[in-house]
């Protein structure tokens, strides 16, 4: 007699990474009501991280601009009282590091001894060669904000540029915001669930994803900063790099320098306050690192070897389906 499926409760399901913050709110504390609001919203909520610094926002409207409005992602663990555990905040969306200018602000008084810099955002920082390897593009770049066409040759951008709003010459540092991707299942199936959702609790996220860090960091910021760190440090200027704590985490140690004069890159770490305000994760300033560039490379890609045993059984693992099965009596 075959035996009945046995229905699953929220104590038996599997951990999975489901959404943090929606449109700049805490999910954990968003009502049944106000999450179906969200599941298509018009108008599309402001962002009230962009709207802190509204001149970053692109063609000038700080609405969220993130398909679906999610924030941020973070682990749910079932209990086995029918609760949920929560895991650390992981930023997905860069502007979620722009919160009431207090990262941009600890960025211009440790970098440019000034609390409120002028920004100044993507701004073409490579050329490509055109003729021939001697023979590079002089023309000079233009501005989009001042409506001319920007230099189709242009195949390197600096995400932001903090400028001393009064220094003559002109001082500043160029900064790399970093948040991470997620591999998986797209968030429509969270949507889904929420949309089905009758309890009075958080419903469970309704795909398996992850954060990548890989693909965030060795593939992403790692070139990055490979192109562009050598000639700022001709230049005698400095990379700034913003991350959440949960990114560094995931990263290698790296070995650090004691002061700013002495690195190629800045490490900004924030991580989330959700004890001091209802509602909401307050952003602070984790932790500052001062590395070499050669230093940041190891910390992004180092990893532990597996072992020879080990490699070689998954191997076997993945190509026996295309293995001849033997006759008898051969060997």
């Not at 969220?64 to 209990?79: A, D, E, H, Q, Y």
């Not at 005698?236 to 790296?254: C, E, H, Q």
Request: hydrophobic content about 35%; proline content about 9%.
């Amino acid at each position: 007699m075959p035996r009945r499926p046995v229905a699953r409760t929220r104590a038996t399901e599997q951990s999975k990474y489901g959404i943090a913050e929606w449109y700049g709110k805490l999910y954990k504390n968003i009502g049944s009501t106000e999450r179906q609001s969200y599941l298509n919203p018009l108008p599309i909520p402001e962002c009230p991280f962009l709207a802190a610094v509204p001149e970053l926002a692109p063609r000038g409207s700080t609405r969220c601009s993130k398909k679906g409005g999610v924030c941020s992602i973070r682990n749910f663990t079932p209990t086995q009282d029918q609760d949920v555990r929560f895991g650390a905040i992981t930023s997905t969306c860069p502007n979620r590091f722009l919160e009431d200018r207090t990262i941009i602000a600890a960025i211009g008084k440790l970098m440019l001894g000034t609390a409120e810099p002028l920004i100044a955002k993507e701004i073409p920082f490579l050329r490509r060669v055109t003729a021939g390897p001697m023979d590079v593009d002089e023309s000079p770049i233009s501005d989009e904000a001042s409506g001319e066409q920007p230099d189709a040759e242009d195949v390197g951008k600096i995400d932001l540029v903090f400028v001393h709003p009064d220094k003559e010459p002109i001082d500043w540092c160029a900064v790399e915001i970093q948040a991470v991707y997620f591999s998986g299942a797209s968030m429509s199936r969270d949507y889904e669930a929420i949309r089905v959702y009758t309890g009075n609790g958080v419903p469970m996220p309704g795909g398996v994803r992850r954060p990548d860090f890989r693909s965030s960091g060795p593939k992403r910021l790692m070139p990055q900063l490979q192109i562009k760190v050598p000639s700022l440090r001709r230049w005698g200027k400095k990379m700034v790099v913003i991350i959440d704590r949960p990114f560094l985490d995931a990263m290698a140690p790296m070995d650090t320098v004691d002061h700013v004069s002495n690195c190629d890159i800045v490490w900004i770490v924030v991580g989330y306050d959700e004890q001091s305000e209802p509602g909401r994760a307050k952003l602070f300033l984790d932790k500052v690192l001062y590395t070499t560039l050669e230093d940041s490379v190891v910390g992004l890609t180092a990893g532990v070897p597996t072992t020879l045993p080990e490699f070689e059984s998954k191997l076997s693992h993945k190509v026996a389906p295309q293995r001849r099965p033997r006759l008898p009596g051969l060997e």
